[in-house]
């Protein structure tokens, strides 16, 4: 099993800043592929970037990229989401998930678990 506990939403202007935090424990962090999804009220959950275990590969939705950073910290089991140059559609509950492989992909159903999701909110 693994647990995983995000942190770090909350409220910020447009064109602002937030890291996310997701720290995980449980079963072996290094070698999953990690990811994070959002979803906003009434839209199905949507993919946000994944990252392989090693940091070798990261892939991103368009929506985010250029604008997000995934970043993995094995030796603490965290992982992060620098969001920077916020809009009000990134508006969400943003979740991190993680998967029994070492491949990244970006269908929901893909990963084992999931945290309890933290929410960022962006006013215009």
């Known amino acids: 099993q693994v647990q995983l506990v995000e942190s770090g939403g909350g409220l910020v202007q447009a064109g602002g800043s937030l890291r996310l935090s997701c720290a995980a424990s449980g079963r072996t962090f290094s070698r999953q592929a990690m990811a994070w999804f959002r979803q906003a009220p009434g839209k199905e959950r949507e993919f946000v970037g994944a990252q392989t275990w090693t940091g070798g590969r990261t892939d991103y939705a368009d929506s985010v990229k250029g604008r997000f950073t995934i970043s993995r910290d094995n030796p603490k089991n965290t992982m992060y989401l620098q969001m920077n140059s916020l809009k009000p559609e990134d508006t969400a509950v943003y979740y991190c998930?993680?998967?029994?492989?070492?491949?990244?992909?970006?269908?929901?159903?893909?990963?084992?678990?999931w945290g309890q999701g933290t929410q960022v909110t962006v006013s215009s």
């Open positions: 998930a993680a998967r029994t492989s070492v491949v990244v992909t970006s269908t929901p159903g893909e990963y084992n678990y």
